[in-house]
Every structure is written in structure tokens, then in C-alpha cells.
């Protein structure tokens, strides 16, 4: 073969390549399903149920319900199994459903194995509790500063390896476990979003989540709208109190930027007080909602 006729069927060939590829490009992108789309975010406000006056949990919900709430967030998780009954005739029939069991502290970081054990299995019962009364996921600590615990690098491993074992747990049971960072006054283990997020990615379970609390963030983040954006996907609850941990209101705290954060990443779920009221409750909690819908609105993105 002569030079011409080479670059004949070089050029030949190279034609064919280029339309098979085109062919095949056009077949991908008819059967590439399409991104989902992402949903905008909405502002669903909750508040933890010690906080709301009544002398029932069907009296405080329904208070909540006419101030605008939809969620309540139980409190006392120890007593979540005997209250099964009590939270779902609360709800039933109401707007308002349970965003979350604050439960706290199990145990899972402490150099005793056998507490570790044990405090694993103890939140593994309240799986259970917690899916049947509808909660979207249980809020824990893994330390606070006057718990025993492992050197942070051991710490964090045990930790990430007990979440995926209760994480599917919580899952099957319909819930969530959710980690919640706190100012290293009261637990220096975890506290920035971004931190809690990365356990989240390495446990890599739909049944280990986080939170954000804007008290907390007020003293070890930089940028509510960042620490936000950093916890992405993993991100599931939120609690809103103000710098000096009174209703949102009562003290000079903001809270547009950190909504702007929830609006970008198209957050879903609740926004739930966990606070102190200074003044009639009655009063002050509505009051109190109605600045956090204005924040909503002026956050934009």
C-alpha cells in the first residue's frame, strides 16, 4: 500500500470510528436516566416537648400545632419504650409528628469494652421504639468532657465501626441514628459539622446521619452557611437556639445564614427548639416561630 492510499483508509477508518462513537453517544444519553431533581428546601419547625407548657404531651402537641409547628421532639429516652402508646395517640389526628428522640449519652467511646457493649445494645432496644412512634432519627453524643473515653484516633474508629452495626439496625426499624457535635465545653470529641459528616461517609449506612445545633456552631463554627454546605446529604436535623441558648429572638443571633446553607443543600427535615424561655412561654415560643419564618424568607441563595 502506497502512501496516498494509507492515508486513504486511515481517514476511512477514522470517519467510521467517529460515527460509531456518535451512534453510541446518542444511545447513551436517550438511556441515561435523567438527575433527580433536587427538592427545595422547607422550613419544618419542631421543639423539643419540655419546652412547650401543657400538662399532657396531646395538649403541648396541639399547642404546637396552633402556633405552626409540625414537629415534637421527645425527650427522656429511657422512657421512650413505655411511652409508645402515649406519643402516637398524642400526634394522631394532628399535623405534627415526632422529628426526633433526643437520647444523649450510651457509652459507645469508653475504653471499657464491655460498656461499649452494652451502651450499643441499650440504643439498639430504642431502634425499635423509635420507628414505631414514626421518629425520624435518635440524636446521641458520643462523649461529653466527664465520660471516660478512648485517645481520639481509637476513639473515632470504634465509633464508625459500632454506627454501621446499630446504623442498620435503626434502618430496618424505620429510623436513624444522628450524631450531634457539641462546643468543646461540653464535649471536645466531636464538634464541627464537617467532623460528624466524615464519620457519617466512613460508616457509609443510611442509618447514621448527623445534626447541627446553632448554639453549638455559634462557638466552633466560622460560617453557619459553611458548616452547613459541609455536612451536605448526611445533615437530618437541626436545633435552634440563640448565642446565649434562649429562643431564637432573644439575643442578637441570626440564623438567615445558616438557613441559607439549608436552602442550598434542599434540606428536608425539622428545625427543632432546644432552648431556654425567657417570659411567658405562651407568648414567647409563637413570637419566637414567627422570626424564623422571616429569617426563612429573607435567606436567599
Known amino acids: ?18 460515527g460509531v462513537s456518535a451512534i453510541a453517544s446518542r444511545a447513551d444519553a436517550q438511556e441515561a436516566p435523567a438527575p433527580a431533581e433536587k427538592k427545595p428546601a422547607v422550613l419544618k419547625i419542631s421543639s423539643q416537648e419540655s419546652r412547650v407548657p401543657g400538662k399532657t404531651l396531646r395538649e403541648k402537641v396541639e399547642k404546637l400545632q396552633s402556633w405552626g409547628a409540625v414537629g415534637v421532639e421527645i425527650t427522656g429516652a429511657s422512657k421512650v419504650p413505655d411511652r409508645v402508646g ?7 389526628g394532628t399535623d405534627v409528628v415526632v422529628s426526633a428522640v433526643c437520647a444523649g449519652y450510651f457509652q459507645l467511646i469508653d475504653p471499657d469494652e464491655e460498656k461499649r457493649k452494652a451502651g450499643a445494645q441499650r440504643l439498639k432496644d430504642l431502634c425499635g421504639p423509635a420507628g414505631e412512634i414514626g421518629s425520624t432519627g435518635i440524636i446521641i453524643v458520643p462523649a461529653f468532657n466527664n465520660h471516660p473515653q478512648l485517645p481520639h484516633k481509637e476513639a473515632r474508629k470504634v465509633l464508625v465501626d459500632l454506627l454501621g452495626e446499630i446504623g442498620e439496625v435503626a434502618r430496618k426499624a424505620g429510623t436513624r441514628l444522628m ?12 464538634r464541627q459539622l464537617a467532623d460528624a459528616a466524615s464519620i457519617c461517609r466512613d460508616v457509609n449506612n443510611p442509618g447514621a446521619a448527623m445534626m447541627g445545633d446553632f448554639y453549638h456552631m455559634c462557638k466552633e463554627e466560622t460560617s453557619d452557611c459553611g458548616a452547613f454546605l459541609s455536612a451536605g446529604k448526611y445533615l437530618h436535623h437541626i436545633h435552634l437556639a440563640s448565642r446565649t441558648r434562649k429562643l431564637p429572638g432573644q439575643d ?18 425539622f428545625c427543632s427548639l432546644e432552648c431556654s424561655v425567657k417570659g411567658k412561654a405562651d407568648v414567647e415560643i409563637p413570637k419566637s416561630f414567627r422570626l424564623l419564618e422571616k429569617q426563612w424568607k429573607e435567606a436567599t441563595v
Open 179 to 190: 450524631l450531634e457535635p457539641l462546643n468543646r465545653g461540653e464535649a471536645y470529641f466531636l
Open 86 to 92: 402515649e406519643i402516637k395517640d398524642a400526634v394522631k
Open 1 to 18: 500500500m502506497d502512501r496516498r492510499e494509507f492515508l486513504k483508509s486511515s481517514v476511512a477508518a477514522a470517519g467510521m470510528v467517529a
Open 252 to 269: 442578637e443571633r441570626s440564623f438567615v445564614d445558616g438557613f441559607r446553607g439549608l436552602k442550598m443543600i434542599g434540606y428536608q427535615d
